[in-house]
């Protein structure tokens, strides 16, 4: 299994933006399908993009699709999160995850996650 650290949480003011990233370990990294979600306290973890194994292929939720734009550089083991636009309401623990599904949205699809990064989005 591959494993996953985020990184590049902090606090932005709205409007603002944020780009996440997450390395990879595992020699297996460029067979995984990757993807990025969030969690607020009491509620679900939401999906908000995943990209395929090679990269051509992405999906984006409805939610962030024009803001956030997901990204992946096999060469080095690392996804990324570019988002842009931020809005209060993306306060968030924000999560990397992998699966062998080739565009995987749920999470019973997810094979690993990451341990989370926190994004804070003052108003």
């Known amino acids: 299994q591959v494993q996953l650290v985020e990184s590049g949480g902090g606090l932005v003011q709205a409007g603002g933006s944020l780009k996440l990233s997450c390395a990879a370990s595992?020699?297996?990294?460029?067979?995984?399908?990757l993807g990025w979600f969030r969690q607020v306290p009491g509620k679900e973890r939401e999906f908000l993009a995943t990209i395929s194994s090679n990269g051509g292929s992405t999906h984006s939720a409805d939610s962030v699709k024009g803001r956030f734009t997901i990204s992946r550089d096999n060469t080095k083991n690392m996804v990324y999160l570019q988002m842009n636009r931020l809005k209060p309401e993306d306060t968030a623990v924000y999560y990397c995850?992998?699966?062998?599904?080739?565009?995987?949205?749920?999470?019973?699809?997810?094979?690993?996650w990451g341990q989370g990064t926190q994004v804070t989005v003052s108003s």
């Open positions: 995850a992998a699966s062998r599904i080739f565009i995987a949205t749920k999470i019973t699809e997810i094979a690993s």
């Open positions: 595992g020699r297996t990294f460029s067979s995984y399908a």
